[in-house]
């Protein structure tokens, strides 16, 4: 697969607004990518930061849903597929098995309506050091449904070698700052939960 340059066509980011999904934004933008950033409500005020930094919001409310993913994907040459659901302790929202459905969920959905774009030829995806080796016995919601989706990344990519090429990164945590205008979510609200005393 070619190397994909600012000239060759936008890329998606799915998790947008979400600490590491902001960053590859800001980091594609500022490298003079045109970047569409996907997010639930495109008129909310935690994405506003995307536009100021020259993102093109899309809707795709639901990773439990097929409603947007086509539209968003279109055009685009790229697909960094960030979004995932991660749940701070105590939150108690979604069971274990409603987090692995959302998390497979959405990464069949990326990859699948990736394909049906016809136009991308490179998927980055995030993915964990929990599911980077082989996680035989993962204990967390988290952690599993990471594992889960990476299983079902490489399955896609596999059935959809020839219209692109599919990476896979690993983080361990991720910390640091967050953009101007950006919300405290995921693993920096672990961070603000410390430094609250919580």
Not at 125 to 152: F, H, I, L, Q, R
Not at 161 to 181: C, I, M, N, R, Y
Request: glycine content about 10%.
């Amino acid at each position: 697969m070619p190397n994909l340059s600012p000239a060759s066509g936008a890329v998606l980011v799915t998790g947008a607004s979400g600490l590491v999904g902001g960053h590859v934004c800001s980091l594609l933008c500022k490298s003079g990518y045109s970047v569409r950033a996907a997010v639930r409500d495109t008129s909310a005020d935690k994405v506003k930061f995307l536009e100021k930094m020259g993102c093109s919001l899309v809707r795709v409310p639901d990773l439990l849903s097929d409603e947007g993913w086509l539209a968003a994907m279109d055009g685009c040459v790229g697909l960094m597929h960030v979004a995932s659901p991660v749940q701070l302790p105590g939150d108690g929202a979604l069971s274990d098995d409603q987090i692995i459905e959302q998390a497979v969920s959405g990464t069949e959905r990326a990859l699948r309506f990736a394909a049906a774009s016809g136009s991308v030829q490179r998927v980055v995806v995030t993915a964990t050091m929990a599911s980077a080796d082989k996680n035989d016995n993962p204990e967390t919601g988290y952690s599993k449904s990471k594992t889960a989706a990476e299983a079902k990344v490489w399955e896609l990519a596999e059935a959809h070698k020839e219209k692109f090429s599919v990476t896979t990164v690993h983080p361990a945590v991720v910390l640091g700052p967050v953009l101007e205008g950006q919300s405290v979510s995921s693993t920096m609200g672990y961070l603000k939960m410390m430094l609250s005393g919580k």
